[in-house]
């Protein structure tokens, strides 16, 4: 399978609204490679696009997909509950809470790159999933998209204690690391000028 071709595709269709096709699409590439993260990204948003309407998918989709989910939870199956739980979402892509749940579950099968694409996607709708979608991305060292996350949560809710601490503690970061480089350059600079012979040095 060419999964860049089908995801592609997938985006083409989601922005001419066929939003069912291409959860479709993004729904195959992803029982092939579960933690393919421009797939859950692009799943995440086509059923976000998808609302309150019952997908293709969904009305095609047979068995308690929460139930196997739950089950697979217990047994300690993380490919399985993922599976299941992203089966539960299409089934109900209204579902916010069932969207932050298969996520959840990408990120305890290991798939953290396909979390951060499915919480990044759903940050858009839920403070709680712009939340995590920062945390994600903070602790893959992506501090500007984490920033970005937090800020999307306050747009929300600016009360958020959570994202306002979070984003602090960021910028704080941040700044530290960029005063470090800076410090860093400028003992670089004084250690190649005290290299430098001085003037009827030999």
Known sequence: MDLKKHLDRAEQALHRG????????????????PGEARAAELLAKSLLQLGGKKSLLGKLGAGPAGFAAGFSKITKNPDAEARARRRAFIKDPGDIRKGCSWAEALERAGYAGAALGAFGALSESDVMAAK?????????????????????????DPRDTDALRARKNLAAEQALRT??????????DLLVEMDKPTEGEE
């Open 18 to 33: 066929q939003a069912d096709f291409s959860a479709e699409l993004c729904d195959q590439v992803l029982d092939f490679a």
């Open 132 to 156: 995590q979608a920062g945390a994600l991305a903070h602790a893959q060292g992506e501090v500007d998209l984490a920033l970005e996350y937090y800020q999307r949560a306050l747009d929300v």
């Open 179 to 188: 005063k470090r480089y800076d410090e860093a350059d400028s003992a670089l």
